[in-house]
Nanobody, 124 residues
Framework: QEQLEESGGGLVQAGGSLSLSCLFS????????MAWFRQAPGKEREFVAA????????YYADSVKGRFTISRDNAKNTVYLQMNSLKPEDTAVYYC?????????????????WGQGTQVTVSS
């Protein structure tokens, strides 16, 4: 049974940085496409970033491009999201998602597995 556990969220001032981690267990991480989504209060869950199985190809939402970096270490069964130059509008619960063959990597509904989420709050 696949399980995902996010960590690393917290409170940070605008312009600061946070690093999120997602520990994957149950199966071999290298066979899964991985992604981060986020959900702010009163809003729908939105795509943040995704990364190919090998880690060679990242994908980013326009809103985070140039500020966030997604990476993975398959040997450690962990996916990361480095967030720099944080803005108040980045405040949300961040979720790690996994799927072996997502039909659309930008849509949360195509991922079969996700974690409980970690809260990121950016103060102005």
């Amino acid at each position: 049974q696949e399980q995902l556990e996010e960590s690393g969220g917290g409170l940070v001032q605008a312009g600061g940085s946070l690093s999120l981690s997602c520990l994957f267990s149950g199966r071999t991480l290298s066979t899964y496409m991985m992604a981060w989504f986020r959900q702010a209060p009163g809003k729908e869950r939105e795509f943040v970033a995704a990364i190919s199985r090998s880690g060679a190809t990242p994908y980013y939402a326009d809103s985070v491009k140039g500020r966030f970096t997604i990476s993975r270490d398959n040997a450690k069964n962990t996916v990361y999201l480095q967030m720099n130059s944080l803005k108040p509008e980045d405040t949300a619960v961040y979720y790690c998602n996994a799927d072996q063959r997502p039909s659309d990597i930008f849509k949360v509904s195509t991922y079969d597995y996700w974690g409980q989420g970690t809260q990121v709050t950016v103060s102005s």
